[in-house]
């Protein structure tokens, strides 16, 4: 197993490509902390298959955007298993309104969520990952961070270009403390909004991607495991694009 005895923290993990991150690890090996903002079905659904893999899995319920509650999952993840060795910042959300329609609460609690709640976590849990001499933390930011999108706000695009910025600066600070910060950038990957398409919606989506097909949660999760792993120990400050090419473009 690829994460036998590790110790990872995946935000937005109840849902999409954080619950197939969440899954991949607990099959490899990890223990996990799941965050999530809601208590809802799909985040017990979670952890009883994780659980079904031999995992200890603990859920936790709040608000990423809140440092204190970020600064409490740290403190959680310590108290209950000793340490963190792997941080998946995934929790994110969007807002599509235009720039001129677009509310400024709607800005900031994108970049609240999206930015400043990964940079939170990354500044809780860097000091444990210091004094152990190994960490990993991956990014989960977006195609739209290089590639601007006419159907989402700004405040996304932005928040995600931050992130990679913020990947960079960790990765370079933290490099010799053994500790890897990387980023995945995730393009049309099928998770529920494509899934609620019509059939023609979808298919426009498809066309769009030089592979003229929709990447699967599953396969993010499996670059999430390669990066999480030893086998990406010299691998710090990346960015691993997962669109089907469409960058090419």
Not at 74 to 88: A, H, N, Q, S, Y
Not at 111 to 128: E, F, Q
Not at 162 to 182: E, P
Request: hydrophobic content about 40%.
């Amino acid at each position: 197993m690829l994460l036998q005895n590790k110790i990872a923290v995946v935000t937005g993990g109840s849902r999409g490509i954080g619950k197939s991150i969440s899954l991949t690890f607990a099959r490899e090996g990890a223990s996990l902390v799941l965050i999530a903002i809601e208590n809802d079905e799909s985040l017990q659904i979670v952890k009883k298959e994780a659980e079904l893999f031999g995992a200890q899995v603990v859920n936790l319920i709040g608000d990423v955007s809140s440092s204190a509650f970020c600064d409490s999952i740290v403190k959680k993840t310590i108290e209950t298993f000793g340490r963190v060795d792997i941080l998946v910042n995934c929790a994110g959300t969007i807002t599509r309104a235009p720039i001129e329609e677009m509310g400024i609460d709607e800005w900031h609690r994108v970049i609240d969520v999206n930015l400043h709640g990964a940079m939170y976590l990354s500044r809780k849990t860097l000091p444990s990952m210091r004094n152990q001499k190994y960490g990993k933390i991956i990014n989960i930011t977006s195609q739209m961070a290089h590639m601007p999108h006419p159907s989402a706000s700004p405040s996304y695009e932005v928040s995600k270009s931050g992130m990679t910025a913020l990947t960079r600066h960790l990765a370079l600070q933290y490099a010799k403390y053994n500790i890897n910060v990387n980023n995945i950038a995730p393009g049309s990957i099928d998770t529920d909004l494509p899934k609620s398409m019509t059939d023609a919606q979808r298919q426009r989506l498809k066309d769009a991607v030089p592979m003229q097909r929709l990447g699967e949660t599953e396969e993010v999760a499996d670059c999430a495991l390669f990066l999480a792993s030893d086998m990406a120990s010299y691998i710090t400050g990346s960015t691993i694009h997962i669109n089907g090419g469409s960058l090419i473009i």
